[in-house]
């Protein structure tokens, strides 16, 4: 007789059916005639439920003994179980052993700390909780694109080996590259979504970015995703503006889609991101300091904002807060100024609730050409590599503007995660690059 096979995640509409589930063993409780076998799919996990008498002897004995891991084919009726964790469970009629896995799988059910974790996040990924942190994050990057695609935006894809720096000089990654000397990684797709920008309107560039942060804290990594969107004739408000839409709908996405797991799972406090409504707070960074030192923190006017300011400001908020019109000094060569106060850059950076930190950086670009050149020289950068991107001011230039969204924090953020680490399937920090 041949089962049709069925996903965990699916399993509902196989109810009274008989299927075949492929996965792998990840625990069992054994009673004499009986056994519990919790099977994985990476869909879902569910218990199959082995009678002595319902199989063959030796199918009985063998997953008596099945190390757990080994990956096998099981085959039964699905029922409808009110205490099952997941509705159902599976009354096992066959099983076949497709690997058997070797003794002793590495993660048990024990707690183990961080670093033996992270030397095993090829097996640990396998966990219920990576897998609904590696949904999540799925369905942030299907709300990203579905997001600007339903608006119209152009995807373009930046280059990842780049000529010159975006974001200063202190955190590239130098590769050598043939006869040309070197290349460096790219920190930000900007550049050339502007130059894209200039070409279709409206576009977005969405890939792994990097940088050569020597700071081992738990928002870096060395190597993230961005989306950054970049608009021809758009100014820094509705920049802001489509940053609020933007974080609206990837929240409601996420809400409607995990909810349950985001509760039970990741023990996430949900009504945390039920308050991520428009109007979102804005703030010029003088409210900014003025709130930190009505709050005890001394930043002086003009340093720019650690971990720690940005905890404290979104500490007085329910909800992500935009400060906006940061000193130009804190910032890269390509902000425009205020025309109203040439000490500050045109930027904004949306911080997070509950300490989550910066999780959106733009802001409106020079697009003077003649200021521009003099902001590369401000900022001792060489004007060569970067002669194509003042062609953009050359030919056609025009008030423009865009941002940032670092994919990683927003996971941690939505998941409620304490550190970066767990929001990508392999981290890239200083201190570490394997598995
Ligand atoms: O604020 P940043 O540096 O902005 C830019 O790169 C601009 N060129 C973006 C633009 O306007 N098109 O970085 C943007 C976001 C940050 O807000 C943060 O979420 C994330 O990228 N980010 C990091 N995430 C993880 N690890 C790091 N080391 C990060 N550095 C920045
Ligand atoms: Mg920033």
């Known amino acids: 007789m041949s089962y049709p096979r069925a996903w965990i995640e699916e399993i509902a509409r196989y109810e009274g059916q008989d299927v075949e589930l492929r996965g792998w063993l990840e625990a069992r409780r054994s009673s004499g005639k009986l056994h519990f076998l919790q099977v994985r799919d990476g869909t879902g996990t569910i218990q199959?439920?082995?009678?002595?008498?319902?199989v063959p002897e030796e199918i009985f004995e063998e997953a008596d003994h099945l190390p757990l891991e080994s990956s096998i084919k099981i085959?039964?009726?699905?029922r409808a179980d009110a205490r099952a964790p997941i509705g159902y469970e599976l009354a096992v009629k066959e099983m076949e052993v497709v690997s058997r896995a070797l003794p002793d799988y590495p993660i048990g059910r024990k707690e183990h700390g961080?670093?033996?974790l992270m030397d095993h996040r090829h097996l640990w990924l396998r966990s219920n909780r990576q897998r609904v942190i590696m949904a999540v994050r799925h369905t942030i990057v299907k709300a990203i694109r579905d997001f600007f695609d339903e608006r119209g935006f152009r995807l373009v894809d930046a280059p990842i080996f780049t000529p010159a720096a975006c974001e200063g000089t202190t955190?590239?990654?130098?590769v050598p590259y043939f006869d040309l000397g070197h290349a460096y990684l790219t920190q930000s797709g900007q550049l050339y979504g502007e130059a894209a920008a200039m070409a279709y309107g409206k576009i977005y560039t969405f890939g792994p970015t990097f940088?050569?942060?020597?700071?081992?804290?738990?928002?870096?990594?060395?190597?993230?995703?961005?989306?950054?969107?970049?608009?021809?004739?758009?100014e820094l408000d509705e920049d802001m503006d489509l940053a609020e839409d933007f974080l609206v709908h990837i929240v409601e996405r996420v809400l409607d889609k995990h909810r349950r797991d985001l509760e039970r799972i990741l023990e996430r406090d949900v009504s945390k991101l039920e308050a991520v409504k428009k109007p979102f707070p804005r703030i010029t960074y003088d409210d900014a300091i003025r709130i930190l030192h009505e709050m005890g923190n001394e930043t002086p006017w003009g340093e720019d904002f650690g971990g720690d300011e940005e905890t404290l400001l979104a500490s007085r908020f329910d909800r992500p807060v935009i400060v906006h019109r940061f000193p130009a000094q804190t910032k890269a060569f390509y902000f425009k100024r205020d025309p109203n106060d040439e000490r500050l850059a045109l930027g904004m950076d949306v911080l997070a609730p509950e300490g989550y930190g910066e999780i959106i950086g733009g802001g409106q670009r020079e697009d003077d050409l003649d200021t521009l050149i003099r902001r590369l020289e401000e900022h001792d950068l060489p004007r060569e590599p970067f002669e194509w991107y003042l062609d953009l001011r050359r030919w056609g230039s025009v008030p423009h503007a865009g941002f940032g969204l670092g994919l990683e924090r927003t996971v941690a953020w939505i998941c409620g995660l304490h550190h970066v680490r767990e929001t990508i399937p392999f981290p890239r920090m200083m201190e570490r690059i394997t598995p």
């Open 171 to 174: 955190t590239l990654f130098e």
């Open 75 to 78: 085959r039964g009726t699905v």
């Open 114 to 116: 961080v670093a033996f």
């Open 48 to 54: 199959c439920v082995m009678f002595k008498g319902d």
């Open 211 to 234: 940088r050569a942060e020597k700071s081992k804290t738990r928002r870096h990594l060395t190597e993230f995703w961005m989306v950054e969107p970049e608009v021809a004739f758009m």
